[in-house]
């Protein structure tokens, strides 16, 4: 299977467009020694390839942080920070870097949505991820961004707030935040699930 895997994502990463392969883990996938051993082997399976963890379940962080963000650090895989809603029940915003790469997911902060998940209902992906973050809600994140910039070779900024154009608008603004050029242009309007 990661042989098909490979074959199929190669072509991204000859361009060099492959940042990085992400293992984002359900949200009813609990920890387990079992699994974690998987993860920690997930590197040597795709090698040359920086690979990605992202946590979904309480379980891993924080209950179980120390092992999960070793275990990630001694394969050299990238522990994924997330950005949620602090809601009961959701997995907490761990800033630990585990590998020369640093990834953060930002899904916004879309509280109902989120707690209909946690009581077991099932949102829709529009409600679930329908945020735009502030100025001031992006700035408040700048010191672990900046901190991991510090101490990985590359860092990884990507907004999962997909709804109409939010994750367009968000990245323009912390490019903004960050000195870096931003292209002219503007925001499309629009639904992306309409």
Do not use: C
Not at 14 to 42: H, I, T
Not at 63 to 73: K, Q, Y
Not at 92 to 110: D, I, M, Q, W, Y
Request: glycine share 8%; proline share 7%; no cysteine.
């Amino acid at each position: 299977a990661f042989r098909l895997f490979r074959a199929a994502l190669a072509p991204l990463a000859e361009a060099g467009k492959l940042g990085y392969v992400l293992f984002q883990l359900a949200p009813w996938v609990r920890y387990d020694d079992a699994r974690l051993e998987y993860l920690a082997s997930l590197p040597a399976r795709l090698p040359g390839w920086t690979v990605a963890v992202e946590f979904r379940h309480r379980s891993w962080l924080p209950d179980h942080a120390h092992e999960a963000l070793g275990v990630l650090r001694r394969a050299g895989a990238a522990h994924v920070v997330v950005d949620a809603p602090v809601v009961a029940g959701a997995v907490p915003r761990v800033a630990e870097v585990t590998a020369p790469v640093a990834v953060f997911r930002l899904h916004g902060r879309n509280a109902e949505g989120w707690l209909r998940q946690v009581r077991g209902e099932e949102p829709a992906v529009r409600e679930k991820y329908d945020y735009l973050y502030s100025e001031p809600e992006l700035r408040e994140l700048m010191p672990e961004i900046d901190e991991a910039a510090g101490e990985a070779e590359q860092v990884y900024v990507s907004f999962n707030n997909n709804n109409r154009d939010y994750p367009v608008r968000n990245a323009l603004m912390l490019r903004k935040m960050l000195g870096q050029p931003v292209a002219g242009g503007q925001s499309l309007p629009g639904d992306l699930f309409a």
